[in-house]
């Protein structure tokens, strides 16, 4: 699970995040959506322990991420919006870096990565320089990492960009089988038709501060018209 508790971000006179507080339990989707600038790529560096907030606490699985970092890291996988790769290494060797810095055993990591790179139609290229891969490869590249050692928690900040409908597919069943497996799953998207699909809660985050939160019905109860799509429900509360 995740909870955030009051968790502040600033720079100089710019509050980047303000005062958050949010509970997400074990095996939730959870979709964090907003404008551009308004806080969610900052949102998602402090839940993964990338970013130190200004004040306010993240707690990983009970964990405080501030107190017991390294601890509270070994529970998240973690799907960057733009992925940071080696590319002089093959994709089986990135795999093998990921799942060292997370203690896998040799045993355990041979079947984890076939694994892996089957779920993500990488296995033709395991062997192949990273450098070779397309973009949507390379994101892929990086799910598969960032689940090779069973995390209970996934932070991913805009999983489907660069992904190929037959990819986009099989990242939202994924999601829906680990999140049924008791993964817990925060996830920012502009893709808000894969929100509205997938996602069991849904948090709007505008300036800083967030604005709604609820399943996709209950937002759109909050501005009287249930028959609205997510996009609808968006543009009105964000220009509220």
């Known amino acids: 699970m995740i909870e955030l508790k009051d968790l502040t971000k600033r720079y100089s006179n ?15 989707i959870f979709g964090f959506i907003g ?15 990338i970013l130190a907030p200004t004040s306010g606490s993240v707690m990983i699985c009970g964990i405080n991420m501030e107190s017991y970092p390294e601890k ?16 002089k290494l093959t994709g089986m060797e ?13 045993d355990i990591f041979l079947i984890k990565s076939r694994e892996k ?13 990273i450098e070779s891969y397309s973009h949507g490869m390379k994101q ?19 999983p489907m960009v660069g992904l190929d409908p037959l ?5 939202k069943n994924l999601f829906q089988r680990l999140a049924k497996k008791g993964v817990t799953i925060f996830m920012s998207t502009h893709t808000l038709k894969v929100a509205e699909d997938i996602c069991d809660r849904i948090g709007i985050i505008h300036k800083g501060s967030l604005i709604a939160t609820g399943t996709p019905e209950d937002l759109k ?18 220009e509220e």
């Open 72 to 87: 509270a890291k070994s529970k998240i996988g973690f799907i960057p919006e733009r992925p940071y790769l080696y590319e």
């Open 140 to 158: 892929r590249l990086v799910m598969a990492a960032a689940l090779v050692h069973d995390p209970e928690v996934i932070i991913v900040d805009e």
């Open 14 to 28: 710019l509050v980047a995040v303000n005062n958050l507080n949010l509970m997400i339990p074990k095996g939730e």
């Open 221 to 238: 109860r909050n501005i009287n018209e249930i028959d609205a799509d997510l996009e609808q429900v968006f543009i009105r509360l964000t």
């Open 117 to 129: 790179l089957k779920m993500f139609f990488l296995s033709d290229w395991s062997d192949d320089l």
């Open 94 to 106: 990135f795999l093998k870096f990921i799942a060292d810095l997370y203690g896998v055993g040799d």
């Open 35 to 49: 404008p551009n600038g308004a806080g969610k790529t900052t949102t998602i560096n402090m839940i993964g322990g």
């Open 167 to 171: 990819a986009i597919k099989m990242v």
